[in-house]
């Protein structure tokens, strides 16, 4: 059984996010969701407040076949915007990273990498790190 199709709010992005507000935009999905920092309720995937988090929070399909616990990279994101408001990566996440596929200068973990204060960001997830067989949730796929 497949979970309902979660409509998200309109986020207005031809203005910077509001004071306190952090906005992530999820790519190539288009999906941006915006909240209060420090207020999303934490998911049990990922770090409190990673992108791992915040995309469970809002039905955004990111695949971590360990559960978010830092032991797979399927979760591997690239960081195009806001990387100085991601927590640093620490060394288990690097020794991680080291067997990931496509790895890049913005690759981060999405269980790892913790949003540390308000502001925009932008994550790409690559379309080659989607695992289409998963159990409980659609892959998301874009037609190009």
């Not at 190539?28 to 995309?55: N, Q, R, W």
Request: charged share 20%.
């Amino acid at each position: 059984m497949s979970e309902p199709e979660i409509t998200l709010p309109e986020v207005d992005l031809s203005q910077p996010p509001a004071e306190n507000i952090v906005r992530v935009t999820f790519q190539p999905e288009g999906k941006t969701v915006e909240f209060p920092f420090d207020t999303l309720p934490y998911d049990g995937h990922g770090l409190p407040m990673s992108i791992l988090d915040v995309a469970e929070n809002y039905h955004i399909f990111l695949d971590h076949a360990c559960g978010g616990v830092c032991a797979c990279t399927t979760c591997h994101i690239h960081v195009k915007a806001g990387a100085t408001g991601l927590s640093e990566a620490e060394d288990l996440e690097l020794d991680r990273m080291d067997t990931a596929p496509g790895l890049q200068l913005n690759s981060r973990l999405g269980c790892q990498a913790v949003i540390e204060k308000p502001g925009a960001y932008v994550v790409e997830i690559p379309s080659w790190n989607k695992n289409y067989v998963q159990e409980g949730k659609p892959a998301a796929v874009v037609k190009k």
